[in-house]
């Protein structure tokens, strides 16, 4: 049975304040539960990335349409870049009040994730315009996280980080030390994508 408010007096943007304080008493008095249920274990995130995902497809299928006859040698890093405005300008950053994870197909539905399920897009659209070497790298630091994407492409590492920021590496261990992953350190750092997953700390 739908749940309805009286409106009464009230404007559609203080109704919808109204019903989103609502679901969200709903979903912190059922918090545990649900995160309980979303668990995810670090050698299951592979799962997270769809790149064969219709709605991933679509969107980089238009963006292959951009190009005059899209050539992955000649044409992947400016589509990159494209993927990467894609995530900037029609994805919102959101943060969850729980620990929820959101595939790619139900960010693009959405229009909104927080900056992993952003990352997780990201890394889902670069493997479909045919970078396999495409990963997410995490870092977390006390509560800290920071998350890149990177792959590899014309000899070299580029790698996109959480603002969208596009920087080239030599190598991978250039962007894994811009990152903080150093072997002393006191740090849980990994790597994944659909096809594997891998600890750096």
Not at 27 to 51: D, F, Q, S, V
Request: proline content about 2%; overall charge negative; aromatic content about 10%.
């Amino acid at each position: 049975m739908p749940i309805e408010l009286n409106s009464g007096d009230m404007t559609e943007d203080e109704l919808l304040k109204k019903y989103n304080g609502l679901y969200l008493e709903i979903i912190m008095r059922y918090k545990e539960a649900i995160e309980k249920g979303e668990k995810l274990y670090m050698a299951e995130l592979p799962k997270l990335i769809t790149p064969s995902d219709e709605n991933v497809v679509s969107i980089v299928n238009r963006i292959k349409g951009s190009f005059q006859g899209y050539n992955y040698d000649q044409n992947f890093y400016d589509a990159a870049k494209q993927a990467n405005a894609y995530i900037k300008d029609s994805i919102k950053t959101i943060s969850s009040p729980i620990q929820f994870w959101l595939r790619p197909n139900q960010v693009i539905s959405l229009e909104a994730g927080d900056v992993f399920d952003k990352m997780v897009l990201l890394c889902s659209m670069l493997i479909a315009l045919g970078n396999a070497s495409t990963k997410i790298i995490t870092v977390v630091v006390n509560d800290s996280k920071k998350h890149a994407v990177y792959c590899e492409f014309g000899g070299k590492i580029v790698a996109i980080d959480a603002e969208g920021l596009v920087s080239e590496f030599d190598n991978k261990e250039a962007l894994f030390e811009r990152m903080g992953v150093k072997k002393e350190s006191e740090i849980d750092a990994y790597e994944f994508n659909d096809k594997m997953y891998n600890d750096l700390a």
